[in-house]
């Protein structure tokens, strides 16, 4: 039962991610959305090092949040459009695993890149030296716990016809506690705390989201997705 | 055990017979202990040594605070009731309680912020309590434009209801905060296990008004239920014969 279960994660692991490698294009636009609105923040604030320095942890943290969230409204709208998320619901398989898999590709193809983009964000934006380490520390977890979140709000609004809006009010407060400890991971960092901890709280949202947003999401497909 | 009495309760007949009932009753009783909670405590109430008159606006903000949370607990709870027993009464309370309960959210952030003008020098502050009472707001809105985003109501119902139980992960984060990031706001002066560190004089119509507000609010739960149920028995036989009755009634009156 346990090699059928874990077969269905890694299972929906590689097919979604062979989807986005075959649409690179379409993977790749969360990470140049996230680069290219970066750019508007010296344009529409100023672009002195040192007023940039104090705010863009912050704004980093924010768009890393936007960029999932506005991928995230895709997570499972090709697959209810093209019929195999009905096909997934009532197969045999335990639906939890599945989700995870598709979750964690997800996280490798939006999460993952962000995070080893944002060194370079942070030196456009001239963060201090000190938060780098923090920053992609806390944006490593913390867009996981996006990811997961986010394909809640994704499963909710699946058979909505315009649910990116939607799926962005539904979604953006209980991003909340993320973005708050992400922020102040890399704050303390900067100020040369022990940014350990509020890492670790981080953790542990990621630890309790990967065991309880599957089982949201599962139940949320089982009822909204089959009219 | 019998579990009719049970299944019974998930009758909108029966909710909409008990209620026409017991309304009346009901509201009369919210309009005394309002208007009494007010007067006493805007009228008579001794003035706070340090914030003088201004701190009279806790006997709306307080009240205001508790049905904001106590409010969205209940449409969790509906909205579960209505998942697990499948019950149409629970999903008509929850999508009631949804604007009931966004609506005393705001009264609380907009007395907050009137109330922190003369106390803090500022409307608005980022302090955590404030904070969380925003994403309590953002919450109710979620719940609400999911539910109205369906055309299929049963979806509504199911989607809406899950995204209130797993907002209520928010609720306990609201509670917590005030020990978490302890900034500008005081920290609550009403505990249930211990004595009150507010002097009994301005505690005693605070207790007034908060009873006051649960009274109003079920008043207005039961009104919202009521027109949902109607709306959503349109085609059961005995509301027909309700607006058969009415009609007449009215027919009769004109002549």
Request: with cysteine; hydrophobic share 55%.
């Amino acid at each position: 039962m346990r090699s059928h279960a874990s077969n269905g994660f890694c299972a929906y692991l590689r097919r979604d991610l062979r989807l986005s490698h075959r649409r690179l294009g379409e993977a790749a636009s969360p990470l140049i959305f996230f680069i290219m609105v970066s750019t508007l923040v010296p344009l529409g604030i100023t672009p002195d090092p040192a007023s940039l320095a104090l705010v863009a942890s912050g704004i980093i943290w924010v768009f890393a949040l936007l960029a999932t969230m506005l991928s995230a409204n895709d997570l499972f709208t090709g697959d209810y459009q093209d019929g195999s998320l009905e096909q997934l619901l009532i197969s045999p398989q335990v639906l939890v695993m599945p989700v995870l898999g598709k979750v964690t590709a997800h996280w490798l193809v939006t999460g993952l890149p962000l995070t080893i983009v944002s060194p370079l964000l942070g030196l456009m934006l001239s963060l201090p030296e000190a938060g780098y380490f923090p920053m992609m520390a806390s944006l490593a977890l913390g867009t996981a716990c996006l990811s997961l979140l986010g394909a809640v709000g994704a499963a909710l609004t699946v058979s909505l016809q315009k649910g990116g809006m939607l799926l962005a009010l539904v979604v953006m407060p209980l991003y909340m506690p993320v973005i708050i400890f992400g922020g102040a991971t890399v704050q303390y960092g900067i100020d040369g705390l022990a940014w350990t901890g509020p890492l670790a709280i981080l953790g542990a949202m990621l630890a309790a989201a990967i065991a309880l947003c599957p089982l949201a999401i599962a139940g949320v497909l089982r009822l909204t997705s089959i009219n | 055990m019998n579990w009719t009495w049970f299944y019974r309760l998930g009758s909108p007949l029966w909710f909409y017979q008990m209620t026409t009932r017991w309304l009346p009753w009901l509201s009369l009783l919210a309009f005394v202990l309002l208007t009494t909670g007010l007067v006493w405590g805007l009228g008579f109430a001794p003035q706070d040594a340090k914030q003088g008159n201004s701190f009279r606006i806790i006997y709306l903000h307080v009240p205001a605070s508790f049905l904001a949370l106590a409010g969205y607990f209940l449409m969790a709870t509906a909205g579960a009731i209505g998942l697990i027993w499948k019950m149409k009464l629970s999903y008509m309370i929850m999508k009631s309680a949804a604007p009931i309960g966004a609506a005393l959210t705001f009264l609380a952030l907009f007395t907050g912020a009137v109330w922190g003008k003369p106390t803090w020098g500022s409307y608005w502050v980022w302090d955590a309590r404030i904070t969380s009472m925003l994403i309590l707001l953002f919450l109710y809105f979620g719940v609400l434009a999911l539910q109205y985003a369906f055309h299929n109501e049963e979806s509504g119902n199911k989607a809406s209801a899950v995204l209130a139980l797993v907002g209520t992960v928010n609720i306990p984060i609201i509670y917590k905060s005030v020990d978490w990031w302890y900034t500008l706001h005081q920290p609550s002066t009403i505990k249930l296990t211990s004595a009150p560190s507010m002097h009994p004089d301005m505690f005693h119509p605070l207790l007034v008004m908060i009873l006051g507000f649960y009274c109003f609010y079920v008043v207005a739960l039961c009104l919202f239920t009521r027109v949902e149920i109607l709306r959503r028995e349109r085609k059961t036989a005995w509301v027909g014969e309700l607006a058969a009755r009415s009609s007449n009634a009215v027919e009769g009156a004109k002549q």
